[in-house]
């Protein structure tokens, strides 16, 4: 009987088991949520400091500051509307494919 026992003692919970596994997809998903808040911060810097960079290296070159300004605000608009880009693509295209449908018809006769 003392296997029995010390295996009995050794074996999880499974109430608490659960609660941990739900508590950590909680704590998953906070993070992922707070770490998409602190990437969309970190585009922008790098964006501005891209612009900056262009501006010092091209000697203060006004299209080279326009494109490079273009060029980081595409890239900041991509950041932040990435999930409304890929829901207004999935707007456009039709919601199931169209389907096709063989139909075999008896040959012709040959005459």
């Known amino acids: 009987m003392s296997l029995v026992t010390s295996l009995a003692t050794a074996a999880p919970d499974l109430a608490t088991a659960t609660t941990i596994q739900a508590g950590v997809l909680d704590w998953t998903s906070s993070t992922a949520s ?33 494109v490079s300004a273009l060029a980081a605000g595409v890239f900041i608009w991509i950041v932040y509307n990435v999930t409304a880009l890929r829901d207004t693509v999935g707007e456009d295209l039709p919601g199931s494919a169209p389907t096709v449908e063989y139909v075999d018809s008896p040959a012709a006769p040959l005459t």
Do not use: H, M, P
Request: glycine residues 4%; hydrophobic residues 65%.
């Open 34 to 66: 707070d770490l998409r808040e602190v990437l969309r911060v970190v585009a922008i810097t790098v964006a501005v400091l891209f612009v900056v960079f262009k501006a010092v290296t091209s000697k203060f070159a006004v299209g080279t500051i326009v």
